[in-house]
């Protein structure tokens, strides 16, 4: 019954995401206008604003005018429930496990925007860390959290120093380094650092498809892979620790 309300309660926020994904890039705001369709712009009832089943019962299309509704609404409300679901399980029901999966709702907002526009809105970013910083159980994890986000951004602030200056051009940017420091606060120092080796190595075989197309196309989208480095480590983070201990031991 309690995972249950996980799914739910990670279905309608993927609906807000969804509107975060449209809205943000645009710089409109999320709350105002209400929820109205993208073509002819009448405004939806209630029933045609439930996360997934909505977009089934009316098909993928937009009741009033009949123009098609993309998938990537319920798309989003579904990883947004397993999301909310796995970080349910692995967590329990609580204010800690409720932060984290928020956190990596909006690492998945912050991908599908970095992979359609290009582009990462600090709002988005800087709301993704703050959430990673208090998922916490206690006040001293809250502290310790925000000792290992300054250390990635520090860390990752330094690295950028260095290697800018050996390809002589801006290396990383401040997106980059926002996301580090999530990645910290999420997963302490040693998993943090694993979770970065998994993103880049997810990257490589999308970096290696991607190698041969036109200099415009090759700016892959980095944030994707990390988050889910990140959430792969997080979910599995006893093995990874052991397998580490076993390494250094
Ligand atoms: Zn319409």
Redesign the pocket.
């Known amino acids: 019954m309690e995972l249950f309300i996980a799914v739910i309660l990670g279905a309608l926020i993927g609906s807000f995401l969804n509107v975060l994904i449209i809205r943000t890039p645009l710089d409109q705001s999320v709350s105002f206008p209400a929820s109205h369709?993208?073509?002819?712009?009448?405004p939806l009832r209630p029933w045609h604003n439930i996360p997934i089943f909505s977009w089934l019962f009316l098909r993928g299309k937009?009741?009033?005018?009949?123009?098609k509704i993309s998938a990537q609404y319920p798309i989003i409300e579904i990883l947004s429930s397993l999301i909310f679901l796995s970080s349910a399980i692995k967590l329990g029901i609580n204010f800690q496990a409720f932060g984290v999966a928020l956190t990596f709702d909006l690492l998945l907002a912050l991908s599908v925007i970095d992979y359609r526009y290009k582009m990462v809105p600090d709002s988005i970013n800087l709301s993704a860390l703050t959430v990673a910083i208090f998922s916490a159980s206690s006040l001293g994890q809250i502290g310790y959290n925000f000792s290992n986000a300054l250390l990635f951004a520090g860390g990752f602030t330094l690295l950028r120093f260095y290697l800018s200056y050996a390809i002589k051009k801006e290396a990383m940017g401040e997106a980059d380094i926002m996301i580090a420091a999530t990645m910290g606060a999420l997963l302490g120092i040693q998993l943090g650092l694993v979770s970065i080796f998994v993103g880049a190595v997810l990257a490589l075989p999308a970096l290696l498809l991607t190698q041969g197309e036109s200099e415009d196309s090759k700016q892959l989208p980095f944030i994707p892979f990390l988050a889910m480095g990140c959430w792969i480590v997080l979910m599995f983070d006893t093995y990874v620790s052991a397998y580490l201990a076993g390494l250094y031991g």
């Not at 369709?37 to 009448?42: E, K, L, Q, V, Y």
Request: glycine share 8%; with cysteine.
């Open positions: 369709c993208m073509s002819c712009n009448t937009c009741a009033f005018c009949g123009t």
